[in-house]
């Protein structure tokens, strides 16, 4: 399926959010979801189902003021 | 200063953003002293990792973060912003910014009440990027914040305390409360202005960042946030309109 990836369409096979993670080369990274604009939290991960066009947001630590 | 329950001892708070390197970075918090820095949270691309080496540069530097939430123009944005922030920097602390206007990026302080009480009642510890508006400070006390974060001048001006009588205000207004001045700090004689003013801490980023050396600018505003807190503890002098001789009249010889 197609979906959004931090404003990038991607194709992806897994059908839940960590499985998602680590297709797209995340891993263990240090980084926080965000699906359709609802926090993820990490332990919620392996139960989130992906569907044709969500939008996700990965971020991680960043220089900041 | 204590704020939510820490000791801090050093009152400069610094920024990571926009330093020539890392290791500049690296220097130029050691040279503050700052035991506080603030990061952020922004995309990365899969396998880049360098969200990952920005985290081990600031842990090896062994200072409490502050995440913000910058770049939010809206309660929703912002409060998600702070809950993907919590899990990834493993605090309770959130700098909340809730911009209303680009041009001068103020907050949009309706907003940030408003966001406020939400990460408050969630159990986030909130450092409000406010005006020196009274009426929203209170508000923002009410929601649960327990410190008070009011500009000095828009975000990256450099333009020191553009409002000194509301800061004045402010202070004696809330005598209890940590007052921090965030934003619009250029030079180290501002940051000095704030701590003499009784300010609690100082919140600089860009003035240290795009100095010509940014670390001896780190170690310029340590000195003028020590200066400027011992010059309040030592009480200074009342100013005065008219001139007054600080060489005794009484004795002057008659020479005329």
């Known amino acids: 399926m197609k979906i959004i990836v931090n404003g990038q369409s991607l194709e992806v096979t897994a059908k839940l959010l960590d499985a998602a993670l680590g297709e797209l080369g995340y891993g263990d990274a240090r980084v926080a979801t965000a699906l359709n604009g609802e926090f993820v939290p990490k332990p919620a991960r392996a139960s989130t189902s992906l569907g044709d066009g969500d939008r996700l947001e990965i971020l991680a630590p960043m220089q900041g003021g | 200063m204590q704020v939510y329950g820490v000791d801090i001892g050093s009152r400069l708070l610094l920024g990571t953003a926009q330093y020539p390197s890392p290791a500049i970075l690296g220097d130029a918090v050691r040279a503050s002293g700052a035991e506080i820095v603030t990061v952020s949270l922004r995309r990365e691309s899969g396998g880049n990792q360098h969200g990952q080496a920005f985290w081990n540069l600031i842990r090896d530097m062994g200072v409490r973060v502050l995440p913000n939430t910058a770049g939010c123009h809206s309660v929703k944005e912002a409060v998600t912003t702070a809950q993907m922030a919590r899990e990834v920097f493993d605090t309770s602390w959130i700098k909340l910014e809730v911009i209303g206007d680009n041009d001068t990026l103020c907050p949009n302080v309706l907003d940030l009440v408003q966001a406020a009480r939400l990460l408050s009642d969630d159990g986030f510890d909130v450092f409000p990027y406010t005006t ?69 801490a100082v919140l600089l980023n860009t003035a240290v960042a795009k100095a010509g050396d940014p670390v001896m600018m780190a170690s310029a505003f340590a000195k003028a946030v020590e200066a400027g807190t011992l010059a309040r503890s030592a009480d200074p002098m009342e100013a005065r309109d008219m001139a007054s001789p600080s060489t005794p009249v009484l004795g002057k010889a008659s020479l005329g």
């Open chain 2, 132 to 200: 020196d508006d009274l009426v929203v400070a209170e508000r923002l006390l009410e929601a649960g914040c327990r410190v008070l974060m009011p500009w000095g001048a828009p975000i990256g001006t450099g333009l020191g305390l553009n409002n000194v009588y509301g800061l004045r205000s402010m202070r004696a207004h809330f005598p209890d409360v940590p007052l921090i001045v965030d934003a619009g700090i250029g030079l180290p004689s501002h940051a000095a202005h704030a701590m003499e003013l009784g300010f609690d």
